[in-house]
T-cell receptor, first 107, second 115 residues
Framework: KNEVEQSPQNLTAQEGEFITINCSYSVGISALHWLQQHPGGGIVSLFMLSSGKKKHGRLIATINIQEKHSSLHITASHPRDSAVYICGGGTGNQFYFGTGTSLTVIP | KAGVTQTPRYLIKTRGQQVTLSCSPISGHRSVSWYQQTPGQGLQFLFEYFSETQRNKGNFPGRFSGRQFSNSRSEMNVSTLELGDSALYLC??????????????FGQGTRLTVV
């Protein structure tokens, strides 16, 4: 079993839909990161959060430390949101990441 | 401010050879971490350097090694390459000495193909 699990693995949505990607972890991650990876490999850090909720534009990330669960929401999805979304973080001396959720937004 | 720069972007090597990848962090960042990304395993942590010292290490064999220079630039080396080492190798830099609790900035990666 992986230390960080994401669901779903693949997601296809129509433009404008509200999207949720879930992340559950079994290790003591102190700060959870959400990353976005576009085709070609480049990774962009979207959020780093250790409690509550953060919002950036149409993206919202929430975390429940007690339940070891985080969600990434995308409102009014757009084809440019198509990418792989990865969650994970460090426990002190190790970093763990999920295998990613591949999102495709269709116009 | 320049981002994280990784060189080369693409590399093809033969089994048994060794390879060195380079990462230049954002100016002022002293923490550099390395990751291997494969389709089946996702993003896996290799090691992290801070101020020229390896601070954390993932579960990879000793063929994978790295170092960091006084200007914070980092290199990773893989010796005796195996086909399974084919992957995208990413480095990330951050400013905070605590490492895990700081936003990381990733480079574009080096895609290594072992034939």
């Amino acid at each position: 079993k992986n230390e960080v699990e994401q669901s779903p693995q693949n997601l296809t949505a129509q433009e404008g839909e509200f999207i949720t990607i879930n992340c559950s972890y079994s290790v003591g991650i102190s700060a959870l990161h959400w990353l976005q990876q576009h085709p070609g490999g480049g990774i962009v850090s979207l959020f780093m959060l250790s409690s509550g909720k953060k919002k950036h534009g149409r993206l919202i990330a929430t975390i429940n430390i007690q339940e070891k669960h985080s969600s990434l929401h995308i409102t009014a999805s757009h084809p440019r949101d198509s990418a792989v979304y990865i969650c994970g973080g460090g426990t002190g001396n190790q970093f763990y990441f999920g295998t990613g959720t591949s999102l495709t937004v269709i116009p | 401010k320049a981002g994280v720069t990784q060189t080369p972007r693409y590399l093809i090597k033969t089994r048994g050879q060794q390879v060195t990848l380079s990462c230049s962090p954002i100016s002022g960042h002293r923490s550099v971490s390395w990751y291997q990304q494969t389709p089946g395993q996702g993003l896996q942590f290799l090691f992290e350097y801070f101020s020229e010292t390896q601070r954390n290490k993932g579960n990879f064999p000793g063929r994978f090694s790295g170092r960091q220079f006084s200007n914070s630039r980092s290199e990773m080396n893989v010796s005796t390459l195996e086909l399974g080492d084919s992957a995208l190798y990413l480095c990330a830099s951050s400013s905070d000495p605590q490492g895990v609790n700081t936003e990381a900035f990733f480079g574009q990666g080096t895609r290594l193909t072992v034939v």
